[in-house]
């Protein structure tokens, strides 16, 4: 059974750091589809980080370049994204997401940041950020 457990979400000012945690269990992050979402409240959710474990395949919505960076830990089975120069506009609730089938659909380029593309998701993680 594939579970992810975020954590690591904070209140912060604005400028700070913080680095959310995904453990995923019931699978490996060794050839896998990762991303991470978040969600405002009244906001869809939106795509943040994608990485494909098994390669060097990653992007990054265009809010977020510069000052967000996904790695990952395969000893401890972690998928990370650190949070740099937060913002307030980036306070929600983050939530990591897999797919755990051999294939991703259509042009990864795209689908990446549509929440129908990913089989599993965690719990979330809350990020608020003030000025």
């Known amino acids: 059974q594939v579970q992810l457990l975020e954590s690591g979400g904070d209140s912060v000012q604005a400028r700070a750091s913080l680095r959310l945690s995904c453990r995923a269990s019931?699978?490996?992050?060794?050839?896998?589809?990762m991303a991470w979402f978040r969600q405002a409240p009244g906001k869809e959710r939106e795509g943040v980080a994608y990485?494909?474990?098994?390669?060097?395949?990653?992007f990054y919505a265009d809010s977020v370049q510069g000052r967000f960076s996904l790695s990952i830990d395969n000893n401890a089975n972690t998928f990370y994204l650190q949070m740099n120069d937060l913002k307030p506009e980036d306070t929600a609730m983050y939530y990591c997401?897999?797919?755990?089938?051999?294939?991703?659909?259509?042009?990864?380029?795209?689908?990446?940041?549509?929440?129908?593309?990913?089989?599993?998701w965690g719990q979330g993680t809350q990020v608020t950020v003030s000025s």
């Open positions: 997401a897999a797919r755990s089938t051999l294939q991703f659909p259509g042009d990864v380029k795209y689908t990446w940041r549509d929440p129908d593309s990913y089989t599993d």
């Open positions: 019931g699978f490996t992050l060794n050839h896998a589809y």
């Open positions: 990485a494909y474990t098994g390669g060097r395949s990653r």
